[in-house]
């Protein structure tokens, strides 16, 4: 489907792709409970904990930024995404077991996605990179380099940092296929709201070339967000078709694009009637195992939840997160469930308008509608499930 393609390649949702064998991101971290710099509540940070030791057949390999990257608003807006090329030098194909994404400046960096970039692309990943001088370039959605083949159903991640994130270990059976020769593509999403200070990102792989391995893929689940003002609230934002040209001015033509394929996928083009809660559901194509869920918004989420079959007697809740929490994302393990051709998928999130009376970074933003858009002050919707296929 063209539309489930395009969004694979622009739906460039934060949340981590895989399944931590340790505690999980998305659940309360040990500590006094604080108030973050969002302004949501959440527990205290942990003190960085020391790396997972290896496995047998596992070997560590570091690559960060090639420059130290001071962010920038292309155009307007507080928003920066920008994307690097890291070579993790792989003389031979790989799995990657885990990672650790490091963020040079934390406050600064909405998320990272780590993609993995196939042989047939690795010279237009270059080419791109050099017209800046090896500073990488603007990638607003995607990695601007088309994501050839990928599809919501496959997309090209190896791995996410979010607030909250910490060192990622896959469970011992799964992992991310690397070809030899083959680059990363580092997305990194700068919050201009909280500063401009140099950032050089780094990550940490384990990697590994175990035969025995089951590769772990990530299926992407996206619902469009369709939000009005609050009543007696006004503004020229609060106009939806106004609202899709804000994000167009500050993210490109691709925004409205992502606004009405998401329409397309989930609605058949219709209009959802405008409300807090959005949702999406879609039919499973090809078998296979989730082994772990995640969600995205940002700054107005209120709550999110991932349901197979739902509305049948066979109904499963995947996730379900009563209270969201945009400074502690992170992928939930779940027990092996195995998906089939013909069970459906559905995402849904509600968003709250009224967080724009509570939150730092959302003071003094007009009232608006809010649709689809990159920014952290702007919404997405988004389920992720890390499965392995027969």
């Not at 649709?371 to 002050?377: A, D, H, L, S």
Request: hydrophobic share 35%; net charge neutral.
């Amino acid at each position: 489907m063209a539309a489930a393609t395009l969004l694979a390649a622009a739906c460039g949702g934060p949340t981590p792709a895989s399944a931590p064998a340790s505690t999980p991101a998305s659940a309360p971290a040990p500590g006094a409970v604080t108030k973050s710099h969002t302004g949501h509540s959440t527990s205290a940070a942990p003190s960085p904990a020391a790396p997972t030791p290896l496995r047998v057949g596992e070997s560590r390999r570091s690559v960060a930024s090639p420059v130290s990257y001071t962010p920038k608003a292309p155009t307007t807006g507080t928003d920066d995404y920008r994307c690097f090329v890291l070579d993790p030098k792989l003389a031979k194909d790989q799995f990657v077991t885990g990672f650790d994404i490091t963020p040079g400046q934390p406050d600064e960096v909405h998320h990272v996605i780590l993609f993995r970039v196939p042989p047939s692309a690795v010279d237009a990943a270059r080419a791109r990179d050099a017209e800046s001088g090896g500073r990488g370039w603007t990638c607003f959605g995607g990695t601007g380099l088309g994501s050839r083949g990928a599809t919501l159903d496959d997309a090209p991640w190896v791995g996410a940092w979010a607030p909250g994130g910490r060192e990622n270990v896959l469970p011992a059976d799964v992992g991310i296929p690397m070809q030899r020769g083959s680059p990363l593509i580092m997305q990194v999403h700068y919050n201009l709201r909280h500063g401009v200070t140099p950032d050089r990102t780094s990550v940490s792989l384990r990697l590994s070339s175990s035969p025995g391995l089951k590769p772990l893929e990530t299926m992407l689940y996206p619902a469009p967000v369709e939000l009005p003002c609050r009543p007696g609230k006004s503004g020229s934002l609060c106009d939806r078709s106004r609202a899709i040209e804000d994000v167009t001015s500050r993210f490109g033509a691709m925004s409205p694009r992502i606004v009405n394929g998401l329409l397309l996928v989930c609605n058949g083009t219709v209009l959802p009637s405008p409300g807090p809660t959005q949702s999406c559901t879609r039919t499973v194509e090809e078998a296979a195992t989730v082994r772990a869920v995640a969600g995205h918004m940002h700054l107005l989420g209120s709550s999110l939840r991932v349901e197979l079959n739902p509305d049948t007697a066979s109904a499963r809740t995947l996730l379900d997160i009563k209270v969201w929490d945009f400074d502690n994302q992170g992928a939930v393990p779940v027990p092996a469930t195995s998906i089939k051709p013909g069970d459906s998928i559905r995402v849904s999130c509600t968003h709250d308008q009224s967080w724009r009376d509570k939150l730092p970074d959302l003071q003094g933003l007009p009232e608006r509608y809010v649709v689809w858009g990159e920014g952290t002050t702007d919404e997405m919707c988004l389920g992720l499930l890390s499965v392995t296929r027969p």
